[in-house]
């Protein structure tokens, strides 16, 4: 089993930073992919950034290339979303997630543990 829990979200001008943690406990192999996803009123959820913890490999959307990076702890077994050059469009509920093995992508279906969700809302 395992346990992600975030902590971070809040409101900020466009062009602002956030960052957003999210500690992860439980087997290490069944969190080997970890990747933030989210959620605007209205759309699907996506994956934004996901990191692959073993050898920090990284994937991000197109729309958050140059961005956002996901920093990683391994010590204190957290993963970070540093987001810089807010955009009002990336206003969403963003989400933590967690999946065993080596495949990492952004696929929200593939991922089997799930943080509580933290707002983020970007004003113009």
């Known amino acids: 089993q395992v346990q992600l829990v975030e902590s971070g979200g809040g409101s900020v001008q466009a062009g602002g930073s956030l960052r957003l943690s999210c500690a992860a406990s439980g087997d290490p192999y069944s969190r080997n992919c970890m990747g933030w996803f989210r959620q605007a009123p209205g759309k699907e959820r996506e994956g934004v950034v996901g990191?692959?913890?073993?050898?920090?490999?990284?994937y991000y959307a197109d729309s958050v290339k140059g961005r956002f990076t996901i920093p990683q702890d391994k010590i204190k077994n957290t993963v970070y979303l540093q987001m810089n050059s807010l955009k009002p469009d990336d206003t969403a509920v963003y989400y933590c997630a967690a999946r065993p093995g080596s495949y990492c992508a952004l696929v929200r279906s593939l991922y089997t543990y799930w943080g509580q969700g933290t707002q983020v809302t970007v004003s113009s």
């Open positions: 990191i692959r913890t073993g050898d920090s490999t990284t």
